[in-house]
């Protein structure tokens, strides 16, 4: 598995004038007004933006789960009919299955797309190694913190190599300091071009620590504001956040969020 | 346990004390020595009432648990059947004895029907709040892996909800005995509930009262065979669930 990881470049994601509605008894919820983003195949992007603006809902349609009201989803080229099955997702909350180990856990998608378990269980070693979880294997996940939940269900999302790395505020619940410790594993682990991340956040530097380019998005019903490019090299190094240009960065946005009344 | 021996032992004390008449209420020595003495006849008619409520028990997981699952993946059949099935539970099941034993006669399968008609109720409801109760996340996240309708149900709504169908099969079985009584009450020529009624007619309070003992023993073996099978077959997280949503009355 991990050898054709290596020839891997991820996927262009390509969205255009998404529009997104949700209709629950009568009363109307415009998510996303007229989205139009282009994200090239290896990029890292971060999705920036005030809570409930909608940035979770442009996940879910990247990930094929809900269908836009309007507007295509193309990835790959090709425009999404059902749900992307070359993904991994991470959501806020873990989402590992009580009743399986932590190892069954991560081996869930080789289960479920029958893939050769013994290659599959080799990864999953490999990545349970890689995020310090060794020893846990055979944990159930409510024998575990937070921070390692959070973990085991990265190693998840990337055991099957997927080519589109999808993740909503997966560090959100997490205390400050395992918050930074799990950014720097991320950068170690899942960029390197191998792969296309869409990553959803509200934390500024969180978003220009570890994207290539930051989206920022308004309030909603949720638009582009602007978009930034970020030129640090990947895997990103801690000491980047002492760099002036990083905080030239951070400045901007959060002048930009000041500007449209969201902070 | 303490609370147990020293409940016998008041009730010993006070027959003796106030010399209470043995077919007003009998001393729990009296009692344990008409068991030993009848030791067979109990067996014989434990066994008529203990095949008849496990008939019915498994008869009603069986049946239950598949008609859950379809009541939640079927909005249809969620529509016609679940609003039959809560009306069903507004009459009192242990009136409809009768009309069993009209329908079924005498035999086996009147008590069998009684016992299931009571117990697949709580099996029904708990495994629809079991399944409803996945979290979405859960779904979206085998949805996105690409997994099937049933690779869904199996793997994860399945599992989830077991907690909960334990929940409601332990209270079926507790149900299935006393819908095998109440059968045997109507008409039966064995079984515990025919004991109970032959006791009575004879005054003999004792026996009454053992075969009362007997039936507790029963449901409380019925309770912990349940919890040993689900200790058997769930893993650690999911055992011993204390939330259980369902819930009926008789």
């Not at chain 2, 209270?171 to 109507?186: D, L, P, S, T, Y």
């Not at chain 2, 769930?234 to 055992?239: A, C, F, Q, T, V």
Request: proline share 6%; glycine share 6%.
């Amino acid at each position: 598995m991990s050898s054709h990881a290596s020839d891997r470049r991820g996927v262009s994601i390509n969205l255009s004038d998404l529009h997104m509605t949700f209709e629950r008894k009568g009363s109307r919820v415009e998510a996303l007004s007229g989205i139009s983003l282009d994200i090239d195949a290896g990029r890292f992007c971060s999705v920036l933006g005030p809570s409930g603006c909608g940035k979770s809902t442009l996940l879910m349609l990247v990930a094929g789960l809900y269908r836009p009201t309007a507007g295509t989803v193309l990835v790959d080229g090709a425009p999404l009919t059902d749900c992307y099955h070359d993904c991994g997702i991470v959501f806020q909350i873990d989402v590992l299955l009580p009743w399986l180990s932590v190892l069954d856990n991560v081996l869930l998608p080789a289960q479920v797309k029958r893939l050769p378990m013994p290659q599959a269980t080799a990864r999953a070693r490999e990545l349970i190694d890689q995020v310090g979880l060794t020893g846990f294997e055979t944990h159930f996940p409510d024998e575990l913190s937070g921070g390692m939940r959070q973990r085991a269900a990265l190693c998840r999302a990337l055991l099957h190599e997927p080519s589109v790395l999808l993740m909503d505020e997966p560090f959100g619940a997490l205390d400050a300091l395992t918050r930074e410790r799990m950014q720097l594993d991320l950068t170690q682990l899942g960029s390197t071009d191998q792969r296309t991340v869409l990553f959803i956040t509200h934390d500024i530097e969180e978003a220009v620590f570890l994207a290539d380019e930051v989206v920022v998005m308004s309030q909603r019903p949720a638009k582009i504001l602007q978009r930034f490019t970020i030129d640090f090299p990947q895997p990103r190094a801690p000491e980047i956040r002492r760099e002036p240009d990083f905080h030239r960065i951070v400045d901007d946005i959060r002048a930009l969020f000041r500007e449209s009344g969201i902070l | 346990m303490a609370a147990f021996i020293g409940f016998f032992v008041l009730w010993e004390a006070l027959t003796v004390v106030f010399s209470v008449p043995i077919y007003t209420l009998p001393a729990p020595t009296d009692i344990l020595a008409v068991m030993i003495e009848k030791r067979s006849l109990l067996l014989e008619h434990s066994w008529v009432t203990f095949s008849e409520s496990a008939i019915g028990l498994g008869l009603s997981i069986v049946l239950s648990i598949p008609l859950g699952i379809l009541i939640v993946y079927s909005s249809w059949i969620e529509r016609t059947v679940y609003p039959f099935l809560v009306a069903s539970q507004a009459i009192p099941k242990v009136a409809l004895a009768p009309i069993f034993v009209v329908w079924f006669g005498f035999g086996l399968l009147p008590k069998v029907l009684i016992a299931f008609f009571i117990a697949f109720f709580p099996i029904v409801v708990n495994t629809v709040v079991g399944l409803s109760r996945t979290p979405p996340e859960m779904i979206h996240l085998m949805r996105s892996l690409g997994a099937s309708p049933i690779q869904i149900l199996l793997r994860v709504r399945l599992m989830s909800a077991a907690p909960y169908i334990f929940a409601g099969i332990k209270i079926a079985a507790a149900f299935a005995v006393v819908g095998a009584i109440v059968g045997e009450f109507i008409a039966a020529s064995s079984g515990l509930g025919y004991l109970q009624l032959v006791a009575n007619n004879n005054f003999e309070i004792p026996l009454l009262f053992g075969t009362l003992v007997v039936l507790s023993v029963m449901g409380i073996a019925f309770f912990y065979l349940v919890s040993l099978v689900e200790f058997l077959i769930l893993p650690r997280p999911l055992r011993h669930s204390r939330d259980n949503a369902g819930g009926s009355t008789l």
